[in-house]
Structures are given as C-alpha cells and as structure tokens.
C-alpha cells in the first residue's frame, strides 16, 4: 500500500484543501481531542482492523474511476461539481484519529492528517451524523408515492413507508433535495398501517425527537395538521398540528388524560414563504420541561408534563401526515422535506449539524 501511495501522490492544493476544512470539516481543527478520539476508536474494534479499513478507502478514492482526479481539482467548485464530501460520519472519526495518532508512519508519510482524511470520506458512505435509534427517515424525493423510509439504522420501523393520496412533488426550492406539497383540502399520507410503530412517543418510556423542514403554503384559518395517530384526547398517541395563530400544538394522551399539551408563542411558524426546522423532542423520565420545540437551531420553548401516567397500550390509529388521523374534514397545507424520527433525544450538536446554518444537510450523502 505504501508503495502504491508513492506512486500515486496526491495533490490537494494547500489552500483549497483549508477552504474545504474550513467549510465542511471544522472539528478537522480541534487537534488537541485527536489522540483521545482515536483511543476511543480502538476501543470499539481491533486496531489493525481501523487501519485495514483505512487502507482500503484509501485505495477507493485514489483509484476508483467514479472519482474526480484530484490533480484536476483547482478551485473549491471543482470539488462542489465533482461532488466530493468530507462528511461520512465514523470512518471521518477513525481517519481523524488513525492520521493524527499515526503521522510519522510510513503509510502516512508525506500526508497531512486533513489529507488522509478526505481520501477515506470519499467512499464511506455512512451518516453525516450518528444514525443511531433513527426510526424513520423520509426525505421526499420521490417523484410519485409511496415515499420511502430509508433509514439504514438497525431501529428502522418496518411497513412505515408513506402511501400518499394526492400531494405534489416540488423541486428547486426545498433546501434538501425535493419535497411535497399538501393542499390542505386532500391531501396526506399514511405511514403504514401499524398501531405499534410509534408507540415510542406515548408510552411510559417516551423519548424521541421528530426534525423535519416545513414551510406554509398559506396562512390558516383553523387547526390544520402535520402528523399523528389522534384526533382527540380521548384517545392513545400523539398530534401534532398548528393553528390560524401559527402557534404548533403538540398532545400526548393516554386514551382518557392529557400527558402533556404544548402550545408554542404565535408565529412560531413565522410566515409563509420561507423554510424553516424543526425540532420537536419529548423525554418523558424528565421531572419538568420534557417537551422542547426548536425553530433554525433557536427559539426553543419548553413545556412539562402532567402527572398522569402514559399509556404502554398501542395508539388508537396508525400515523397520517397532513391530515388529522381518521377525519376526512381537517388537513393541512404545507411543504414537507427531510422528516425524521428518532427513539432518542437527538444532541444539540446534531440538530446544529442537519439545521447547516439553514443550508440543511442530509443524514445520508
């Protein structure tokens, strides 16, 4: 391997491959957390194991005929067009570790830790962020239903991809990939048919954060709806709608009691011609504040539960989205883009990282 390496020198030019760091990689500078990091790398897997994988990714980029010539690449946009990405999750981190830990070793030699990084992101495949306990992932790319959950993680539900009736692909404007437009009159989706699937949001044990880019297609006149498996709170589940005050409404209920019924500010959907995130998270083992809403990575507001206890029963209906579940006479008219469930609370750190200062990064390249 080294001996390939010798013969096929890369050529990152020192200045582009800062921009690209700079843009795209900045904890490439937190040096100091490197050798720390790689200890815990080794922890999960056999050293020589991390530096097989290494070396093989580092084979990929060099010689995989799909990737742009580096010797080529002279500018910040030739690596933009020709798709390059410093983002892949793990391996980033192992190679991270592995270049910094290891940079006086021969296979090393002559490469920078930054540079063996971006070698061995180009063929990892894998998360822009820890995929870990992702439920359902649906990034509304599709041309025509159903939109797939795609999610790659080992807590991926099952049977919860989305048969939409009506809704309208959008492309251009979403700030990942496409999207779909609900017309608020008949538009949704339901995910799947199961009445277990999302009980992580209402049982004892509820934990989760549900992210997802949203923007009006115009200003409502009543409660329209995004998702969920209630209509009242008579009822097992979770709703999650808003009204003509542009205030979110998030409800759980155990099937005869309020667990926990949030109401944000007015506005909180600020307008209707603009993206924008959001993060929903709910903890029920938390003593107060276990209901956070986030708008653009800010504008958090907080609520806290009722004492009563949660439901460990199925919801009363399966999920819909865009309409209130089993009610043919409230829907909701919106864009949708980049919906996310998560059996956890997903870190700030994380949420800062999809959000991409508004740009939004996917969770898989």
């Known amino acids: 391997m080294h001996q390939i390496l010798q013969q096929s020198p890369l050529f990152v030019p020192f200045n582009i491959r800062n921009q690209i760091i700079n843009e795209n990689c900045t904890k490439f500078k937190d040096v100091p957390e490197l050798p720390n990091q790689y200890e815990l790398l080794t922890s999960y897997m056999p050293e020589k194991q991390i530096h097989d994988g290494i070396n093989v990714q580092l084979s990929q980029a060099l010689f995989s005929k799909k990737k742009p010539n580096f010797a080529v690449c002279t500018s910040i946009d030739d690596f933009k067009k020709n798709k390059v990405t410093t983002s892949n999750g793990l391996l980033r981190e192992i190679a991270r570790g ?97 009445l277990s699937n999302f ?108 004492a009563n206890t949660p439901s460990n029963s199925n919801a009363t209906f399966a999920v819909d989205v865009g309409k209130r579940a089993v009610d043919s006479s409230k829907f909701g008219n919106f864009y949708i883009n980049e919906w996310s469930e998560w059996q956890k609370i997903l870190s700030q750190a994380d949420q800062t990282s999809l959000h991409d200062g508004g740009a939004g990064l996917p969770i898989y390249s």
């Open 98 to 194: 592995i270049a910094y830990s290891h940079k006086s070793s021969k296979l090393y030699s002559g490469f920078s830790f930054a540079d063996v990084a971006l070698l061995a992101s180009l063929n990892a495949g894998g998360a822009n962020i820890d995929d870990t306990d992702l439920a359902g992932y649906w990034k509304y790319d599709e041309a025509s239903s159903p939109i797939l959950n795609v999610s790659q993680a080992a807590a991926k539900l099952t049977g919860a991809d989305i048969t939409m009736t009506g809704g309208t692909p959008e492309t251009g404007s979403p700030p990942v990939g496409n999207a779909w437009l609900l017309d608020g009159i008949n538009d949704f989706g339901d995910v799947g048919t199961s």
């Open 199 to 306: 009980n992580y949001r209402h049982n004892q044990s509820a934990k989760w954060t549900s992210v997802f880019w949203f923007k009006l297609a115009s200003t409502p006149v009543g409660d329209e709806y995004i998702f969920g498996n209630i209509n009242t709170d008579t009822q097992i589940g979770c709703v999650i709608f808003y009204d003509s005050s542009q205030q979110i409404h998030v409800l759980i209920a155990n099937g005869s009691q309020v667990i926990i019924s949030g109401v944000t500010t007015s506005s909180y959907i600020p307008d209707i011609t603009t993206w924008h995130f959001y993060a929903i998270s709910y903890d029920q083992s938390l003593g107060s504040a276990n209901l956070k809403l986030e708008r653009d990575d800010a504008n958090a507001e907080n609520f806290s539960k009722t």
